[in-house]
C-alpha cells in the first residue's frame, strides 16, 4: 500500500464504514476457472517438454528402418533369379530319360531351377555332366552315320562366337574340339569313348527323328511361326539362328563332334525349329 | 515466503512461468477488484463475467507486463477498459458520461452529474437489501455519480493514490482529487446515521 499524500481527501470513519460492510467476492467457480486458466497458460505442453528422444525421434527410426528393410529385400530378389541363372549355367543339362520326349527335355532347359529328372539328383547330376552332355548327340551321330553322311567341312572362317552368359562346360566342349576330320559316327564314338545301352539310345533318336519329321511336315506357315518362337525363345541370350551358325562354324572348322553336340543340344532346346536342310542328313 | 512478495514481483514470477505466484496474487486483489466491478456495472452475473475477463486479461497479457508502476495500478486499469467496454455494449448512456468526462473539469461536472439516473433503478437486487447496512452503503455509492465513485473505489478497494487513479483513469491528479473529495461528501450525506 502507498503512502497517501497529506491532501488526499479521505475520510477515516467512512473509509473504515465502508471496508466493514465490503463483503461481496466472487464465486468459487469464478475463481477456480480463472486460476485453472492461469496454470494452463504457463504449464508447458507434456507432449513438448517430456518427450524423451526416443519419443521423438522413434516415427523417424521407425521409417528408416522399414526403408532398409525394404531396400535390402528388393536387392536381394534382384540377385536371386541372377544366381539361380547362374547355377542353371554351370549345371551340366540333365540326361535325357529314355522313353521322354523331346519336349520335356526342351522344358527342363527352359526352366533350369525345376527337379531334375526322378532318380537324378543333387551331385549326381553334377557329376554325369560331361556323360548328360555326350548322350544327347550320341543317337544323333548315330543316325547321321546311319544316313551315312560325312559331315567334314573346310577349316576356317569365323570361329566360335560364345555368347554372354555361355557357360564353362560349354566353353570348355567348345575349346576342346579338334581339328581333324573325322566320320561323325565314329567321332562320336571314339571321342566318348563307351558304347551306350541301346535302350537308352534308340529313345531320343526316334524322338528326335520324330520332331524333325513333324517340322518338315508342317505347313509353311507354322514353320515360320515356329522359326520365330525359337527366335525369340534365345538360348543365354542367344538366338536360334545364331546357334546354327555357330554350329556351321564348328563344321567349318571340322570340330564336327563338337558340331553334333551342339546340335543335339539345339535340338533339346528347339525341338519345333525347322532344321535348314544341311542339318538334317 | 512467496506470499510475502510484492504484487510486481508476484506478476514478474507469474510470467516467468510460476503459476503459485498468480495464485497468491489473484487471492490477494480477488475481492477488491470484484468490489469495484460490482459497485460499477451493478449486477452480480455481470461483475462476475467482467471479473474474470478481467483476469484473463492479466494472463495473457503477462508477456508484456513491465514493473513500470504498481501492479494495482495495471489491474485498475485494465478493468476501468473493460469496464467500458461492458457499458459500450450494455449501457450506453453511462459510456456518453465516460467519455464526456475525458475532457472534462471537474468542477463542471455537476451539470451531468445530476442528470444522471437514480441508481436504484439500474440495481433492483441494491433496493432488495435496502434496510442492510451494507446495503445502505452500496445504494450510497450507486447513488453517486460514476466518475466519482470510481475514483472512490479505487482508493478504496485499490488502494490507489491520487496520482495512480489519475493514472489509471486518464485524469489530471487535480479532477481525481476533485472527484474524491465529492463523492466523499455526497456518502457522509448519505451514511450520517452510520457514521
Known amino acids: 500500500m502507498s503512502e497517501r499524500p497529506k491532501d488526499f481527501p479521505g475520510d477515516a470513519q467512512l473509509s473504515a464504514l465502508y471496508r466493514e460492510h465490503a463483503r461481496d467476492e466472487p464465486s468459487v467457480e469464478i475463481d477456480e476457472r480463472i486460476l485453472a486458466a492461469a496454470r494452463a497458460a504457463v504449464t508447458v505442453p507434456v507432449s513438448a517438454a517430456r518427450r524423451s528422444w526416443w519419443q521423438r525421434w522413434r516415427t523417424t527410426l521407425a521409417l528408416t528402418t522399414t526403408l532398409t528393410l525394404t531396400l535390402t529385400l528388393a536387392l536381394l530378389q534382384q540377385r536371386l533369379p541372377g544366381d539361380s541363372r547362374r547355377e542353371a549355367e554351370v549345371a551340366p543339362p540333365r540326361p535325357v530319360a529314355p522313353g521322354s520326349a523331346l519336349p520335356s527335355a ?99 533318336a526316334a524322338a528326335s527323328a520324330e520332331q524333325q519329321t513333324a517340322a518338315v511336315g508342317q505347313p509353311p506357315a507354322a514353320r515360320q511361326q515356329a522359326r520365330a518362337v525359337a527366335k525369340s525363345r534365345a538360348d543365354d541370350g542367344r538366338s536360334a539362328d545364331d546357334w546354327l551358325e555357330e554350329i556351321r562354324a564348328l563344321r567349318r572348322e571340322g570340330r564336327n563332334a563338337d558340331a553334333a553336340k551342339q546340335l543335339a543340344d539345339f535340338r533339346r532346346v528347339h525341338p519345333d525349329y525347322p532344321l535348314p536342310e544341311e542339318f538334317r542328313q | 515466503m512467496q506470499t510475502d512478495w510484492s504484487d510486481e514481483r508476484l506478476m514478474l514470477a507469474y510470467r516467468a512461468g510460476d503459476a503459485n505466484a498468480f495464485t497468491i496474487l489473484y487471492r490477494r486483489h480477488r475481492g477488491p477488484l470484484y468490489r469495484y466491478l460490482a459497485r460499477q456495472c ?96 452500496s445504494l450510497a455509492l450507486a447513488e453517486l455519480p460514476p466518475l466519482q465513485r470510481e475514483v472512490f473505489l479505487l482508493a478504496e478497494e485499490g488502494q490507489l493514490t491520487l496520482e495512480e487513479i489519475a493514472a489509471a483513469t486518464g485524469c489530471g491528479r487535480e479532477t481525481t482529487k476533485s472527484r474524491m473529495r465529492y463523492a466523499l461528501v455526497r456518502l457522509r450525506k448519505s451514511l450520517q446515521d452510520l457514521l
Open chain 1, 106 to 204: 526342351a522344358r527342363d532347359v527352359a526352366a533350369p531351377a525345376a527337379s531334375a529328372p526322378a532318380g537324378v539328383t543333387g551331385d549326381a547330376v553334377a557329376g554325369a555332366g560331361a556323360a548328360a552332355v555326350g548322350v544327347a548327340p550320341r543317337p544323333q551321330a548315330r543316325e547321321e552315320s546311319s544316313v551315312g553322311q560325312r559331315l567334314a567341312q573346310p577349316a576356317g572362317g569365323s570361329g566360335p562366337r560364345p555368347a554372354d552368359g555361355d557357360t564353362p562346360h560349354r566353353e570348355g566342349r567348345l575349346a576342346g574340339g579338334r581339328q581333324e576330320v573325322v566320320p561323325e559316327s565314329s567321332a562320336a564314338a571314339g571321342k566318348e569313348g563307351n558304347a551306350l545301352p541301346a535302350a537308352a539310345a534308340a529313345a531320343p
Open chain 2, 42 to 137: 451493478g449486477s452480480a452475473a455481470e461483475a462476475d463475467e467482467l471479473h474474470q475477463d478481467v483476469w484473463l486479461k492479466v494472463v495473457h497479457a503477462r508477456r508484456q507486463y513491465e514493473p513500470l508502476a504498481r501492479f494495482l495500478t495495471w489491474l485498475f486499469r485494465i478493468a476501468r477498459h473493460r469496464l467500458i467496454d461492458h457499458y459500450r455494449q450494455h449501457a450506453r448512456h453511462l459510456l456518453a458520461h465516460y467519455e464526456a468526462a475525458a475532457d472534462e473539469d471537474a468542477e463542471g461536472s455537476e451539470d451531468w452529474i445530476e442528470r444522471l439516473p437514480a441508481a436504484s433503478e439500474e440495481m433492483p437486487h441494491v433496493l432488495h437489501e435496502r434496510h442492510d447496512t451494507a446495503r445502505r452503503i
